[in-house]
């Protein structure tokens, strides 16, 4: 072919697929069956290509979304008539039949995306729920058992009367009762993990992270400058207090607590000073320094702490003033040493030697 | 409009009976939902053209299903089962698209 007609051949190409304006000249005139009537709006694009030049098939597949199989139907109608009542009524239960299918599919599809969603996010996401419903539940009533607990004092004051304050005392000492007072106020939290700079996952062993052991070493250290009540968050340390870690969290007796820890300390007014210098006051600095852990001791007045539950007594019972003398030397039989080990049963005045001295630096 | 009125009947019978459907073609369901929206969309937009046809409406809708069924089957067969069916969902997705551009333009034109 010449080159006039593979420039015409081209530009009829790019006429068909809309990229060039205006009728095309050269085109044979459109058979009237491929389109039954024109459809109000309609453009190119609704039209199919005539077979002799073919796009390819993403053109097509943009161009021409809907199948060329309604188009020939509509010129099979076009040529033989309209459809007969039969025909047209085995058409409406093929449709409806079809419409009914695919809204079944739909359903089918929805109930089973929703059935397939992991059992497990599921069940922990209801256990999450269940554990912040149970943590309100215990918070309110601990509450309520404080209010009840202050009723009861002052009840119980009213009852006994002038020997009430000696009460009170006792139980502001053992932890029981609420105490206010001046003190100090340590602020505790853990320091950011360390994280791989390139992909920001958790990198190295975290030693900036606050653990129980935290707390037991400050609290020591302020019961040895001097402190005569401390709570952790809120808690008040009393005799048979424990600090503990349950997995991630630290509980004081059986509450959790989260960061930031408040250790507040009713006590001397050197007690700030005497924790800053002593060497857990060091040891928190250097951490606070090297690896980001908040570490702040401020003096505080007008502390208040809240007492503790009262546990009871279920093994201990209180000793009678005979029994409270210092413990006599057992006649016989074994008196278990400081240290641990089984005493010889000689009269206790001679000590033991377990080993010869020791000789030499 | 009967055909409204049918596939709101097929929802609610699928609500209804919930049937279970069986392991092996569990996760052909999805492709088989996006063929079988494709085939709807042609339909509606094929009768806002004026040339709709039940045959031809049922055909594209049971083809449409099956092949894409079978795609992805084969597919999976093969190895490239997630790649197949991503280019299945894209194809069946850009009909739906360009159907419902046509019919919007119906819609907000005529």
């Given amino acids: 072919m010449n080159r006039r007609a593979w420039i015409e051949r081209g530009d009829a190409l790019l006429r068909r697929v809309g990229l060039r304006a205006g009728p095309d000249p050269a085109a044979r005139p459109a058979p009237a069956t ?18 002799e030049l073919s796009v390819d098939f993403l053109i097509e597949l943009f161009r021409n979304p809907l199948d060329a199989g309604y188009s020939d139907a509509a010129a099979g109608r076009a040529r033989s008539g309209p459809p007969g009542r039969s025909a047209r009524r085995t058409g409406f239960t093929l449709r409806t039949i079809t419409l009914i299918a695919t809204g079944a599919l739909l359903a089918i599809a929805y109930q089973q995306t929703v059935a397939a969603q992991p059992e497990a996010a599921k069940t922990r996401h209801s256990l999450a729920q269940d554990v912040q419903q149970r943590q309100a539940e215990t918070d309110a009533q601990q509450k309520q058992a404080e209010q009840l607990r202050q009723q009861a004092a002052s009840l119980r004051d009213a009852i006994v009367g002038p020997n009430s304050t000696a009460l009170d005392q006792i139980e502001a000492r053992a932890g029981v009762g609420a105490v206010t007072g001046d003190g100090v106020t340590v602020t505790l939290a853990s320091g950011p993990a360390p994280t791989d700079p390139v992909t920001g996952k958790a990198q190295g062993t975290d030693q900036g992270h606050i653990v129980d052991f935290d707390l037991q070493v400050i609290s020591n250290e302020l019961w040895r400058d001097g402190a005569e009540a401390i709570a952790i968050n809120g808690q008040r340390l009393i005799a048979t207090s424990t600090i503990r870690a349950a997995g991630n969290a630290i509980l004081v007796d059986l509450a959790p607590l989260s960061e930031p820890y408040t250790i507040q300390a009713i006590g001397p007014s050197s007690m700030a000073d005497a924790l800053r210098k002593s060497s857990v006051g060091g040891f928190y600095n250097y951490l606070a320094t090297s690896y980001g852990v908040k570490f702040a001791v401020q003096s505080t007045n007008g502390l208040r702490l809240a007492g503790a ?20 030397p057992a006649p016989t039989g074994p008196r278990p040493h400081a240290s641990g080990s089984i005493a010889p049963t000689s009269p206790p005045s001679q000590p033991a030697h377990a080993s010869p001295p020791p000789g030499g630096p | 409009m009967f055909a409204v009125l049918a596939m709101i009947v097929g929802i609610v019978l699928g609500v209804i009976f919930e049937p279970t459907v069986p392991v092996a073609l569990q996760p052909y369901l999805p492709i088989a939902v996006v063929a079988a929206l494709d085939a709807v969309f042609g339909g509606i937009r094929a009768t806002l053209d004026g040339i709709f046809d039940d045959k031809q409406f049922v055909i594209s809708f049971v083809s449409n299903v099956l092949v894409a069924a079978l795609i992805v089957y084969l597919g999976d067969q093969l190895g490239v089962g997630g790649q197949l069916s991503t280019g299945v969902v894209v194809v069946l997705g850009v009909r739906i698209f360009g159907n419902v551009a046509a019919i919007r333009r119906h819609l907000f034109r005529a």
């Fill in chain 1, 34 to 51: 491929n389109v039954a009537r024109p459809a109000p709006g309609a453009e190119p694009l609704g039209s199919p290509t005539p077979p």
């Fill in chain 1, 309 to 328: 539950a009262d546990p009871g007594l279920r093994y201990a019972t209180p000793a009678t003033p005979s029994q409270s003398a210092s413990p006599k």
